[in-house]
């Protein structure tokens, strides 16, 4: 059974925030790992955020543009290198 988690695995948006309900795998199905932010139909939506720190960087500025200030979007985004897509 697959785990579900809390947060986007890439990301690390809270996957109850996701107006979608999370991103889809191969065979449609809901991902429980991936928002539909960054995971449709089995792939990443953004192939060039391919490490943890443009994942952070990308995010800072998503989480700035909807007005949450600078120190707040990277609270928010310093975990991204925890998340299971980015461990190595």
Excluded at 10 to 31: F, H, I, Q, V, Y
Excluded at 67 to 81: D, Q, R, S
Aim: glycine share 12%; hydrophobic share 25%.
């Amino acid at each position: 059974m697959e785990k579900k988690y809390k947060n986007c695995q890439s990301c690390g948006m809270p996957l109850k925030r996701d107006e979608k309900g999370g991103g889809t795998n191969k065979d449609g199905s809901k991902s429980h790992m991936y928002c539909s932010y960054c995971f449709e139909q089995g792939e990443f939506l953004s192939p060039e955020i391919d490490s943890a720190e443009k994942m952070q960087a990308f995010c800072k500025v998503k989480l700035k543009e909807m007005g949450f200030p600078g120190f707040i979007a990277g609270f928010f985004t310093k975990g991204i290198p925890k998340l299971e897509r980015w461990k190595e």
